[in-house]
């Protein structure tokens, strides 16, 4: 199922602390497929609802709809340096076809 990183969850948090986000709502996910058939992600925090389908990981509340089950199964959620300096959430999702495995750092 979908995962939220460590660097990603304290993001998460402080992003709640700081909007003061209501403590029944969750971190809500979207993902659509483009034309070319790589994967746009949105992200908000909304009321869950009961047709949702719930998850929680490193402590954080995610809800989705039920329709991108399929295309989450399996990703990540990170926090990452992406370019030197510059954080960005970023979603590592092996179900995108564009999607390219990290390289491992030694």
């Known amino acids: 199922m979908f995962k939220i990183t460590a660097n990603a969850a304290k993001q998460v948090?402080?992003?709640?602390?700081?909007?003061?986000?209501?403590?029944?709502?969750a971190l809500r996910l979207a993902v659509n497929e483009r034309q070319d058939g790589s994967f746009e992600y949105q992200m908000g925090f909304d009321q869950k609802k009961t047709e949702d389908v719930f998850i929680s990981s490193e402590g954080i509340d995610i809800v989705f709809e039920s329709k991108y089950k399929e295309l989450l199964q399996?990703?990540?959620?990170?926090?990452?340096?992406?370019?030197?300096?510059q954080m960005h959430f970023i979603f590592l999702n092996p179900n995108?076809?564009?999607y390219t495995a990290p390289k491992e750092q030694s």
Do not use: C, F, R, T
């Open 13 to 25: 948090l402080l992003s709640i602390e700081q909007s003061n986000i209501e403590a029944d709502w």
């Open 74 to 85: 399996g990703a990540v959620l990170d926090y990452a340096d992406i370019e030197q300096g």
């Open 96 to 98: 995108d076809p564009h």
